[in-house]
């Protein structure tokens, strides 16, 4: 007879929407879980902390399902039932306005273990973000929490709100939007002056963060003029009047600016980051993924044959010297000869794996690189790299008089993606700021995913910002108008010129 080992739920706060503001612990659990049920509100991104064999299951819709919560409750029992690893992912803190308390209660009452992984909840997070500190010595020495669902303004409530209207200096009411009128009405009924400062931070957090600023007496017609949806939580109380001293995050140099990442995502994540830190609301949209080619190791020339090696990219690096080591092989392979790396990344992951390289080109461009090595005339050059590599430098490498072995070691693939139609539909409406390309094929396949769009009209009212002169030329050859060239083959120096660009 089999018996089944309970497994375990970790009902986790994911924080209010900016990604990082998860903690250490609740990244962990999605590491090792085997099933995420997650909310519908949250940044899905998240989702990548999990290993590949993750069931990941979206918690119904509480505007359409009214069982929501009976139906999540039944699924955490019955996936911990079978000894899975279950992670609950909620918006914000599981126990604030989050029912968190509830499943907890469903899987206590049925012997099931559970952790419960603490979130930054949105009434301290969002009010951050808008440069709003719920508590300061001068301003403000207490503080509640109250929700402003149409439930906790009927005559029944078990909310006071004769007693909340005056009895603490802020109050953070949560998913009160629709119920403003209301609330406000309560709270100035019952002896809170008109004229106390009120915010309103609709998805805090995230680059589309808005605030919207009153009083007690006008709050309900700004909100209205503008026609803000919720989500959004609103903070009653004159710490709402220190948000131009404070504010931060929406002065960011490239807050709200949607900025379209093409490059393959494997090595997107370090501009996605810069870009982010800067205020950008990034769309990840990969149109290459760079595949080592299926060559066997021991058909791969070794070091110790040139006089140079040239490497043009981290690719190159990582590739090259993986086969390498299967060899037997390392860093003592290169002693003999010279080491030439294309852009200061190239240089870098060198130095990653203990080769400092001998020669640095000024420009990332293949003429440049080819012009500016010395002696290369009889001398015998390796040259392992992308199988699409333009022909510029080992041909003029070749007419200096240099035997060149041009090895092709991997490929970039154009990659498949469901949200082509939503992205184009976004370009040709002007809802995209900026398309970034980093090498000549993100833009050979980035324009191929949209077959039934002439290439010069997609991008007719986006700016376009580019690494490196040959991928400028592979956008002007479709007829494209390229507004941002990096001065230097950079992630850094692109985000640079993009913050140029806006500013100047």
């Avoid at 301003?139 to 006071?160: E, K, Q, R, W």
């Avoid at 080109?361 to 590599?389: C, H, M, T």
Wanted: aromatic share 6%.
């Amino acid at each position: 007879m089999s018996t089944t080992h309970t497994g375990i739920v970790y009902i986790v706060g994911a924080g209010p929407g900016d990604k990082k503001l998860i903690t250490l612990k609740g990244v962990e659990c999605l590491q090792q879980a085997d099933v995420v049920i997650y909310d519908l509100l949250l940044n899905d991104t998240l989702l990548e902390h999990c290993p590949a064999h993750t069931e990941k299951i979206k918690a119904p819709d509480p505007r359409i399902r009214a069982t929501r919560q009976t139906e999540i409750n039944h699924l955490l029992v019955k996936y911990a039932k079978t000894g899975k690893t279950v992670v609950r992912l909620k918006g914000g803190d599981p126990y604030i306005f989050g029912r968190g308390g509830e499943e907890a209660m469903a899987l206590s009452e049925e012997g099931i273990p559970f952790e419960i992984v603490p979130g930054v909840t949105s009434a301290i997070a969002a009010s951050a973000y808008a440069g709003i500190p719920v508590t300061h010595r001068d301003y403000a020495s207490s503080v509640a929490f109250v929700t402003g669902h149409s439930a906790a303004l009927h005559s029944n409530s078990n909310i006071n709100w004769k007693s909340l209207a005056t009895a603490v200096d802020t109050l953070v009411v949560y998913m009160g939007v629709a119920h403003l009128p209301q609330i406000v009405e309560r709270l100035t009924t019952h002896g809170r002056d008109a004229q106390t400062p009120v915010s309103l931070v609709r998805v805090g957090t995230t680059p589309q963060q808005i605030v919207v600023q009153g009083t007690l007496a006008d709050i309900v017609e700004k909100v209205e003029e503008i026609q803000l949806k919720s989500p959004a939580i609103i903070v009653i109380g004159e710490v709402n009047t220190l948000r131009q001293q404070l504010r931060w995050f929406d002065t960011k140099p490239l807050f709200g600016k949607r900025i379209l990442v093409t490059r393959a995502r494997a090595q997107a994540s370090g501009f996605v980051n810069i870009l982010e830190e800067n205020g950008a609301d990034v769309i990840q949209f990969p149109t290459i993924e760079v595949r080592p080619l299926d060559i066997d190791s021991t058909n791969i020339p070794t070091p110790e044959k040139y006089d140079w090696v040239i490497f043009t990219s981290v690719n190159a690096v990582e590739i090259y010297y993986k086969h390498i080591q299967e060899k037997g092989m390392d860093t003592r392979a290169f002693s003999g000869c010279n080491i030439c790396a294309v852009g200061p990344k190239t240089v870098a992951e060198l130095k990653n794996v203990g080769i400092n390289p001998d020669f640095v080109p000024s420009q990332s461009s293949g003429r440049v690189v080819a012009a500016e090595i010395d002696g290369v005339n009889g001398k015998n050059i390796l040259l392992p790299r992308a199988k699409i590599g333009t022909p510029d430098l080992p041909q003029i490498l070749r007419e200096r008089g240099a035997h060149v072995d041009d090895v092709s070691i991997y490929d970039t693939v154009r990659v498949e993606n469901e949200r082509s139609e939503v992205i184009a539909k976004d370009l040709l409406n002007g809802e995209i700021d900026f398309v970034t390309f980093t090498s000549s094929s993100t833009v050979t396949n980035f324009l191929e995913m949209f077959p039934e769009h002439n290439a010069t009209d997609l991008l007719a009212i986006v700016n376009v910002a580019v690494i490196g002169p040959s991928t400028k030329a592979t956008v002007v050859k479709h007829k494209i108008r390229v507004d941002v060239v990096a001065k230097d083959a950079t992630i850094e120096s692109l985000t640079e010129g993009i913050i140029a660009a806006f500013h100047d």
